[in-house]
Antibody, heavy 123, light 108 residues
């Protein structure tokens, strides 16, 4: 059974930093496309970042230059380092596996999600 | 970037009703379109991938169709557990994934 467990959220002042973790079991993060998706209170879903199995990383324009995605293969964990936090970064942050089937060419989709961790940026 | 627009934004329906939610992409995305259901306080749950493929374990009353820019999610006969918010998501580019704004399905 696949499980993704996020941690590291909390209350942080504007301009501060926070690191989120996503511990995976039942899948190997280094062999998968792992993303962070966030949801501001009462709002819709916003994709934040992805790390490919080959280690390439990509970011939404709203977080580029402030957030960094990484992984620790030995811990089977994905991280999101968030710097220069702003009030508009307040959200529940979900870790999700983006299934990519290169051989069949099936369009990618998010099939496993964590339970989310709440980040509140406020003074 | 590809923009996704869902309609309606909210919808009231009764148990047993047939419900249709639409999603339009700002440019052609072929069949790179997925649908998710989200209940309050929970993570999204994949319903449909590749526009029309039913995810394992999802009831057959859910179906999806479309290609190019226009897509549809249909719930053939609403059940009490279907009242939730639904999101479409394009995956034409894994680099810049985007979601629709959501459709909240409420009990009439």
């Amino acid at each position: 059974e696949v499980q993704l467990v996020e941690s590291g959220g909390g209350l942080i002042q504007p301009g501060g930093s926070l690191r989120l973790s996503c511990a995976a079991s039942g899948l190997t993060v280094s062999s998968n496309y792992m993303s962070w998706v966030r949801q501001a209170p009462g709002k819709g879903l916003e994709w934040v970042s992805v790390i490919y199995s080959g280690s390439s990383t990509y970011y939404a324009d709203s977080v580029k230059g402030r957030f960094t995605i990484s992984r620790d293969n030995s811990k089977n964990t994905v991280y999101l380092q968030m710097n220069s936090l702003r009030a508009e970064d307040t959200a529940v942050y979900y870790c999700a596996r983006q299934r990519v089937e290169l051989i069949t060419g099936t369009p990618p989709y998010f099939d496993y999600w964590g339970q989310g961790t709440l980040v509140t940026v406020s003074s | 970037d590809i923009q996704m627009t869902q309609s309606p934004s909210s919808l009231s329906a009764s148990v047993g009703d047939r419900v249709t939610i639409t999603c339009r992409a700002s440019q052609s995305i072929s069949s790179y379109l997925n649908w998710y259901q989200q209940k309050p306080g929970k993570a999204p749950n994949l319903l449909i991938y590749a526009a029309s493929s039913l995810q394992s374990g999802v009831p057959s009353r859910f179906s999806g169709s479309g290609s190019g820019t226009d897509f549809t999610l249909i719930i053939s006969s609403l059940q009490p557990e279907d009242f939730a918010t639904y999101y479409c998501q394009q995956s034409r580019s894994t680099v810049t994934v985007s979601f629709g704004q959501g459709t909240k399905l409420e009990i009439k």
